[in-house]
């Protein structure tokens, strides 16, 4: 089985600030990671992912992260935030091997950008 | 491309009382998941169908709860009496056979009031 565990449940930051939000992860096999954002009354949208290959991912909208697969984490991270990056975000996790694998996720992370 | 597709909204219901959601994934994703969000938390997986075949639903309370995919397309999650803690986002998501490598794509998801 699949967890993944977000340490903070919320981020508060100023504005073009850097943020960093954190993510671990158990399994057993080997993984895919993504980062999903959700916004008020939406659906999820992809960030990013982590198939294979650099342990730097860079996403949509100036979002990157990095896979440690020795600490197992997978850390979200934006230089310079703006007001529009409040959201809640969520770290997931697939198995890199299934056929028709299904996502885990985290608990979320509120993210909240003040002036 | 279109999206995935949710039907409805948002629905409010009195207890005990019965209720469907709808689900038009995108075209050509065999694989189909239903993921039901409890406000505060991470979605959580209740059913994943690849084609019209049930892969996994190890997490679906089968005493009040029932999904099916005719023809391996649109999807149906019937919820039949409704308890107060079935409050939630009811969110669907589809992807090609082979899930993680190829990405999921979320609807927008129909939030449900229980009262």
């Known amino acids: 089985a699949q967890s993944v565990t977000q340490l903070d449940s919320q981020v508060p930051v100023f504005e073009e600030a850097p943020v960093e939000l954190r993510c671990n992860y158990s399994?057993?096999?080997?993984?895919?990671l993504f980062w999903y954002v959700q916004y008020p009354n939406q659906g999820l949208q992809l960030l990013l992912k982590?198939?294979?290959?650099?342990?730097l991912v860079k996403g949509i909208n100036g979002f990157e992260a990095e896979f440690n697969k020795s600490q197992t984490s997978f850390h979200l991270r934006k230089p310079s935030v703006h007001i529009s990056d409040t959201a809640e975000y969520f770290c997931?996790?697939?198995?890199?091997?299934?056929?028709?694998?299904?996502?885990?996720f985290g608990t979320g992370t509120r993210l909240q950008v003040t002036l | 491309e279109a999206g995935v597709a949710q039907s409805p909204r948002y629905k409010i219901i009195e207890k005990r009382q019965s209720v469907a959601f709808w689900c038009n994934p995108i075209?050509?994703?065999?694989?189909l998941y239903w993921y039901q969000q409890i406000l505060g938390q991470g979605p959580k997986l209740l059913i994943q169908?690849?084609?019209?075949?049930?892969?996994?639903d190890s997490q679906l309370p089968k005493d009040r709860f029932s999904a099916e995919r005719l023809k391996g397309v649109d999807s149906t999650l019937k919820i039949q009496p409704a308890k107060l803690e079935d409050s939630a986002v009811y969110l669907c998501?589809?992807?090609?056979?082979?899930?993680?490598?190829?990405?999921?794509?979320f609807g927008s998801g129909t939030r449900l009031t229980v009262v």
């Open positions: 998501a589809s992807s090609f056979a082979g899930g993680g490598h190829y990405g999921y794509t």
């Open positions: 399994s057993s096999v080997s993984v895919y």
């Open positions: 982590y198939l294979s290959g650099s342990t």
């Open positions: 997931a996790v697939s198995d890199a091997g299934g056929t028709a694998s299904k996502l885990t």
């Open positions: 075209s050509g994703h065999a694989t």
């Open positions: 169908f690849q084609n019209n075949g049930v892969v996994d």
